[in-house]
């Protein structure tokens, strides 16, 4: 028939009727946003199998070594563990809290763990007489000279805080990766991508050319014009695969999750031998600082046995499966760096079943012939003379922005991590928003122990990084807005003194 009832298809002579093209218009629609998602999936599947895998080898050797120090520490310390069992479960709850997100300043936590053993023990050690708690913190105020536990402390808080904040970053940047492609594989197309699909996939069947397949160049501007917003994630998108990568190596390298977080156990059994062994001149500098605390009217306890035997813990080694969890990410971090930008060529190849480039006998939205135009390039910038799709490259898809600035926070953290760097946290100096601002710590709980930790920082939410210096390199120089905005603010406050 007359094909003048068309409004997307050639209006040539047609075997479809305007029902008909609303219909393949509506199918054609569902089709390609189901090829977005059934791709989007795919990925999904990769970055959350990585997290899964990762995640559960340090949810592992985080048990384990809770497990050893339950299992040995009885026998090892008798009294000394058991009076004191929960200090040692909180620092491991403290840890798991930590690596699932929670906004804990990590240094602090071990910082007070440090001191609530420290002052468990030493009453422990000396129960003849009677310690109040104004002489524990006369104490532990002089416990950073006296170093009653060694080194162990310094030791274990640089290496683990740099493990812990690593693997943290590495674990939520794949959730984050996943969480980008589902949402972005949820935009609806537009009006424009509509029409321009329906011509491409089944205008053919209204022309009676059913079996004609797609001109390849032709399907590559359609589908890089209706996934143009798409495509400006690629530059972010690079960012966060490599940045993964960096970190992944930093993990089974200098901040070794394996060497450090399986072997805390070991590490604080050292540090209760350097007390022990050390007892006596320790004591006698705290008294000396301190002074001579009060006789006990009770009478003296039988203290720990004296249970000086040299620590017997083990930690079993899992380098190799660490290693191979690296490798298999780094593999698969690096095939999804240009996912962005295949995408078009992938769904024109594997799902439209386009021709060959050099076929002449293709439908190229006319008629089977061939399809003379170029192809666009990638990103909404390049769509302006797109032939087949009418984009508004004035107009990007808010989503879209917003799913960019994810991957660039999550970047920025991760850039941060492989210097050693938390950005959850900043230098209480920097902190604008004053006693006021409460930090949900009531203050018979915190205010005592925090006055022992000189070098704590306050929780704050991560700024957005800049947009120029990307890469893991760049990665310091990202919090440079952050202090341009306290200094914009100082000056703001002191001209306002200044107006009055």
């Known amino acids: 028939i007359l094909g003048e009832h068309l409004r997307i298809c050639p209006q040539g002579y047609t075997c479809c009727t305007s029902e008909m093209e609303e219909n393949f218009a509506n199918k054609s629609r569902s089709e390609f946003e189901a090829m977005m998602k059934e791709a989007g999936r795919s990925v999904q599947t990769t970055l959350t199998a990585q997290h899964r895998s990762f995640?559960?080898?340090?949810?592992?050797?985080?048990?384990?070594?809770?497990?050893?120090?339950?299992?040995?520490?009885?026998?090892?310390?008798?009294?000394?563990?058991t009076q004191n069992m929960k200090v040692f479960k909180d620092l491991y709850s403290e840890l798991r809290r930590y690596y699932r997100g929670s906004n804990i300043n990590l240094e602090e936590a071990l910082n007070e763990f440090w001191t609530r053993l420290l002052e468990r023990l030493f009453k422990l050690m000396n129960p003849q007489y009677h310690i109040t708690d104004e002489y524990l913190d006369c104490m532990v105020k002089h416990a950073e000279q006296h170093k009653p536990f060694g080194e162990v402390p310094r030791d274990l808080k640089v290496k683990a805080t740099r493990a812990f904040i690593?693997?943290?970053?590495?674990?939520?940047?794949?959730?984050?990766g996943s969480d980008v492609v589902k949402k972005v594989s949820q935009v609806s197309l537009s009006?424009?991508?509509?029409r321009a699909i329906m011509k491409l996939m089944y205008c053919p069947h209204c022309r009676g050319m059913s079996s004609v397949k797609p001109c390849n160049n032709y399907c590559l501007?359609?589908?890089?014009?209706?996934?143009?917003?798409?495509?400006?994630?690629?530059?972010?998108?690079?960012?966060?695969?490599?940045?993964?990568?960096?970190?992944?190596?930093?993990?089974?390298?200098?901040?070794?999750?394996?060497?450090?977080?399986?072997?805390?156990?070991?590490?604080?059994?050292e540090a209760i031998s350097n007390l022990q062994e050390n007892k006596d001149s320790i004591t006698a500098k705290v008294f000396q600082?301190?002074?001579?605390?009060?006789?006990?009217?009770?009478?003296?306890?039988?203290?720990?046995?004296?249970?000086?035997?040299?620590?017997?813990?083990?930690?079993?080694s899992s380098a190799q499966a660490l290693e191979m969890l690296v490798l298999d990410a780094k593999g698969n971090l690096t095939a999804l760096k240009t996912y962005w930008i295949t995408l078009p060529g992938s769904l024109c190849s594997k799902k439209v079943m386009a021709s060959s480039v050099a076929d002449d006998k293709c439908w190229n939205g006319m008629t089977k012939g061939s399809y003379l135009p170029e192809v666009m390039g990638d990103g909404l910038a390049n769509q302006i003379n797109n032939p087949e799709v009418e984009v508004d490259i004035t107009k990007p898809d808010m989503t879209i922005r917003q799913q960019i600035m994810q991957l660039k926070i999550m970047t920025n953290r991760l850039g941060n991590a492989n210097i050693g760097n938390d950005v959850d946290f900043q230098d209480a100096s920097d902190d604008m928003s004053g006693s006021g601002s409460g930090d949900s710590c009531p203050d018979d709980v915190c205010g005592k122990r925090l006055s022992k930790s000189p070098s704590t920082r306050q929780p704050e939410t991560h700024a957005i990084p800049k947009q120029s210096g990307h890469g893991i390199n760049g990665a310091s120089s990202r919090s440079l807005p952050s202090a341009f905005l306290l200094l914009l603010s100082v000056a703001f406050i002191a001209a306002q003194h200044l107006w009055r």
Request: proline share 3%.
């Open 221 to 269: 501007n359609v589908v890089k014009g209706c996934l143009a917003n798409q495509a400006d994630l690629n530059t972010e998108w690079k960012y966060l695969m490599d940045s993964l990568v960096v970190v992944a190596d930093r993990i089974d390298g200098p901040y070794n999750v394996d060497a450090v977080i399986g072997t805390i156990h070991m590490r604080i059994a």
């Open 191 to 194: 009006h424009e991508c509509t």
């Open 55 to 81: 995640d559960s080898y340090f949810q592992d050797l985080l048990n384990k070594s809770e497990k050893a120090l339950y299992d040995a520490f009885p026998s090892m310390y008798g009294e000394l563990y």
């Open 166 to 176: 690593a693997a943290r970053s590495y674990a939520q940047g794949f959730l984050v």
């Open 289 to 316: 600082g301190c002074g001579n605390p009060k006789i006990s009217t009770k009478g003296s306890s039988s203290e720990d046995k004296k249970r000086r035997g040299k620590v017997a813990l083990e930690a079993k």
